[in-house]
T-cell receptor, first 117, second 108 residues
Framework: DVKVTQSSRYLVKRTGEKVFLECVQD?????MFWYRQDPGLGLRLIYF???????EKGDIPEGYSVSREKKERFSLILESASTNQTSMYLC????????????????FGPGTRLLVL | GIQVEQSPPDLILQEGANSTLRCNFS?????LQWFHQNPWGQLINLFY???GTKQNGRLSATTVATERYSLLYISSSQTTDSGVYFC??????????FGSGTRLQVQP
């Protein structure tokens, strides 16, 4: 089974702090994604990566950056956390070739609930 | 960008009832997936269904790509089916655009 893990389930940070959210997948997937989920808005794409050191902006990249130094790990960075970044953050991965399931099927981690005070 | 609309936004069922959830999208897609988010927040992929019909136990899904909609059928619902159901589509950029979801509550 595909496994996607996230470094924390719950996180509390203060305004202005630098925040790192880590995501690791164990199925050699090429693609990795970061979404945020807010009530009534569904999931919105922040950034994605289709290869090591490659990244693409999603629909709401402002205030975020990402890093992908190894294929299995994709990090989301909040350079200076703000209260409007309080949200649920979800990481996902998928394969172009169908590793672990139909190609391009996205597999999600359990999510990180971030509270910025 | 592409618009994804799901209906109904909320649904309350008695255990054993059947239901149909709908997803409309505004442009051609090459990837459509249905997900279930359980009360603990975990998203589980139900179907990868850019076109055609698939069945998995009590769940089935149909996508009519030419008419830009997909349907998720839940038969003989159980309390464990409760949660939020999302439809998500990809137009070729590899990332998914999600609808705002249908919140389902199945009562015993």
């Amino acid at each position: 089974d595909v496994k996607v893990t996230q470094s924390s389930r719950y996180l509390v940070k203060r305004t202005g702090e630098k925040v790192f959210l880590e995501c690791v997948q164990d199925m050699d997937h090429e693609n990795m994604f970061w979404y945020r989920q807010d009530p009534g808005l569904g999931l919105r794409l922040i950034y994605f990566s289709y290869d090591v050191k490659m990244k693409e902006k999603g629909d709401i990249p402002e205030g975020y950056s990402v890093s992908r130094e190894k294929k299995e790990r994709f990090s989301l960075i909040l350079e200076s956390a703000s209260t409007n970044q309080t949200s649920m953050y979800l990481c996902a991965s998928s394969s172009l070739t169908g590793a672990g399931g139909p190609r391009e099927t996205q597999y999600f981690g359990p999510g990180t609930r971030l509270l910025v005070l | 960008g592409i618009q994804v609309e799901q209906s109904p936004p909320d649904l309350i069922l008695q255990e054993g009832a059947n239901s149909t959830l709908r997803c409309n999208f505004s442009d051609s897609v090459n990837n459509l997936q249905w997900f279930h988010q359980n009360p603990w927040g975990q998203l589980i992929n139900l179907f990868y269904i850019p076109s055609g019909t698939k069945q998995n136990g009590r769940l089935s899904a149909t996508t009519v790509a030419t008419e830009r909609y997909s349907l998720l059928y839940i038969s003989s619902s159980q309390t464990t089916d409760s949660g939020v159901y999302f439809c998500a589509v990809d137009t070729g950029r590899r990332a998914l655009t999600f609808g705002s979801g249908t919140r389902l509550q199945v009562q015993p």
